[in-house]
């Protein structure tokens, strides 16, 4: 599959939460940082996700906001 999108962070699901509609997928990226994802239940389904599943977590947004202490 092609995406414009650039921002692709390897990993492997660690926990999928589903409940109702809504699902919470966690990623353990290479460097041991997490990224958390709020998909419906039925992208879940449809992908297939499980733990231990080795995914790309796809960032696409049209703004991106950097903050310092």
Known sequence: MSLSAR????GTVTNVETEGLMAEVTVELGDGQEVTAIITSGSVDRLGLAEGDEVSAVVKATEVMVETE
């Open 7 to 10: 921002n692709r962070l390897q």
